[in-house]
């Protein structure tokens, strides 16, 4: 089955930088499409080449936040993006897995040959997220006995964006699942929205004992690459040392 994976991304100086490293994640492992949508009203032709020179198979799509949000102190990050990569699914694909990947996660290869064979939903651990560091489900003797995660926050699903994918199949066929404009209840609410249970979840990795991805996060920067080359770096004012 190919995996869909829609990454939500964001106009800043870090964000070739951090679609780099997915990209040179992804180019690793097989049968991707990948959808980059990207919370803008104009399209980035930096990333769209990237992207290209990548060669793997994608989309771009634009798909700012609704103004009514985006003025808000806690945003809802990266709802609209995803929000539309799922619409693009409904018309675009029939079968195969859909998983979230955030732009500045760290992802092993290993992950994508565990979700790919998703019948439902699977699930697996997600590091240094929430203040334990950890968001997992737990699983002893092949049966769930709960989550762990640095807040539960009243969650039915308590778990991480990074930490479950969806068969494309079984998203399609429950028309209204959709991720709320909701800080800190996306994956919640998304989860809900399908109607799953916890009994109908494939837990993956091991029984949920190995670490695949991680909600690293970057620092940000006070720098625009391009710029330094475009303005700064004009070849003359760069003084070399020998
Ligand atoms: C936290 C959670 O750990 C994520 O699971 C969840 O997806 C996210 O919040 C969220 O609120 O949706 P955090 O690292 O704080 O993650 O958030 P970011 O990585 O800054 O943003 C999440 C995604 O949305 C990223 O892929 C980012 O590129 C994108 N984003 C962020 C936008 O599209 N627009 C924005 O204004 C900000
Ligand atoms: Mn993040």
Redesign the pocket.
Known sequence: PTIYVI????PRPEQIPELTRLAQTLMNVPNIYWLVTD?TDTPNQDLIDYLTFTNIPHTYLITP?PPEYSGHKV?????A?RNAGMEWLRQHASKGVVYFA???NTYDIRLFQEMRYTEKVSMWPVGL?SKEGLSTPVVSEGKFQGWFDGWIGGRTFPV???GFAVSVQYLLGVPNAAMPYK?GH??DGFLRSLHISPNDIEFKAEQCTKLYVW?T?TKKSRHQPNIIFKKKYDNTNIRVLQ
């Open positions: 990454t939500p991304t964001y919370d936040m945003k809802p990050k990266g709802v993006n955030d732009d500045d997220v991480d964006m990074a800080p996306e994956e909600h996060q």
